[in-house]
């Protein structure tokens, strides 16, 4: 079964300092993979999605990431931290019930906060 | 145009007493989804429906949960019997179907507490 492993809870990281959130997925073929950003009070909002192509995803509010067959990995990036982007994060990866997109599924998240 | 709304925004309950969770979804979209998340956690999968069935319902967690669309647009989550551990933010979302690129938009989620 698929799955998806976020290895950091919660990381601070400094204002104008960069910022790498990690993502590992289990899955045998392609994935589709996608990073969801959630504010307090705030639904999800998508960030950037993997489906295929190339491997380095640009995504909204300046942030990216990369697909790493070889490392079942999907980083998310940021190259300067502002301290709007506090915030919790999900990875997911599609689950797929005869070839048509069904349930998303996700990682525990990852809390980022941001010290001025 | 208008996003995926959600009501109530909270809602607390008794143990015991049952609950209704209304999703209005995005105009156009076939697919609806709705999800559990539960603190520390990330969204877990309940049910799905493209138009007004139910294509997949393998997340609900017991048969106290159901969940409609008769109309093939407002989708509401049933939940009989509530016990504490039902206490979650119960989420919705959207698409414009069920191709795997098409992306889900969700909306802000009704914080159910059950005492």
């Known amino acids: 079964a698929q799955s998806v492993t976020q290895p950091d809870i919660h990381i601070t990281v400094s204002e104008g300092a960069s910022l790498e959130l990690r993502c590992n997925y289990s899955y045998g073929a392609t994935p589709y993979l996608f990073w969801y950003v959630q504010s307090p009070g705030q639904g999800l909002q998508l960030l950037l999605k993997y489906f295929s192509g190339d491997t380095l995803v640009q995504g909204i509010k300046g942030f990216e990431a990369e697909f790493k067959r070889s490392q079942s990995s999907f980083n998310l990036r940021k190259p300067s931290v502002h301290w709007s982007d506090a915030a919790e994060y999900f990875c997911?990866?599609?689950?797929?019930?005869?070839?048509?997109?069904?349930?998303?599924?996700f990682g525990k998240g990852t809390k980022l906060s941001v010290k001025p | 145009g208008a996003g995926v709304s959600q009501t109530p925004s909270n809602k607390v309950t008794e143990k015991g007493k049952y609950v209704e969770l209304r999703c209005d979804p995005i105009?156009?979209?076939?697919?609806l989804y709705w999800y559990r998340q539960s603190l520390g956690q990330g969204p877990e999968f309940l049910i799905y429906?493209?138009?007004?069935?139910?294509?997949?319902d393998s997340g609900l967690p017991n048969d106290r949960f159901f969940a409609v669309r008769p109309e093939g647009s407002v989708s509401t989550l049933k939940i009989q019997r509530t016990e504490r551990g039902d206490s979650a933010v119960y989420l919705c979302?959207?698409?414009?179907?069920?191709?795997?690129?098409?992306?889900?938009?969700f909306g802000p989620g009704t914080r159910l507490t059950v005492l």
């Open positions: 429906f493209q138009g007004t069935g139910a294509a997949d």
């Open positions: 105009s156009g979209h076939t697919a």
């Open positions: 979302a959207s698409s414009r179907g069920l191709a795997n690129d098409n992306e889900q938009f």
């Open positions: 997911a990866v599609v689950g797929y019930y005869g070839g048509s997109q069904g349930n998303l599924i």
